[in-house]
């Protein structure tokens, strides 16, 4: 099934099978919010230029291949970016991160290559910024991209992964950062 537009209703049309009826959004948030989740930060760096953003919306797919799916909003500035370059590392932040978490969520004012002032950065395959302290960076090439209502879905091939030291990952639940 592939979804094709979102109406201003909250209904959903779909390819073939018509018309899907879910809850309203702020049920949903406020039932996600209840959600804990691992905090990422997903950059990109390519013709498009380079930068990146926080993200709880990662998960694997398959591991052969190795695939990974991220979620973006349509209405992100970074969306273009993201598109021309075609590669993204999804950066698994660690316990004490929490201010690369902000800056990276467009708290802190900062925008494209003014985030990477914080932390240390380096690349590996795709040229995509890797975070030095970040648990685990997975290097992706994007190959999929699926529209689905208000966001894009990104599936992305895992051309290379670095593991940071073991040690607590920094979780967003209940709206606030905690440690695990």
Known sequence: MSWIDQRPDGAIET??????NTIEAALFREAMARLGA???VVTTAGPGGKTGFTATAVISVSDQPATLLVCLNRQSRIMPVLQQNNVLCV?????DAEKIADVFAGRTGSF???RFQHGKWMTLKTGAPVLESAIIAFDCRIFEVKTIASHNVYFCAVEAIRQGPPGPALVYHERAYKQV
Do not use: P, Y
Request: glycine share 12%; proline share 0%; no cysteine.
């Open 15 to 20: 390819a073939g099978t018509g018309q899907l």
């Open 38 to 40: 691992a905090v990422h």
């Open 91 to 95: 950066n698994t932040l660690r316990a």
């Open 112 to 114: 494209m290559e003014e």
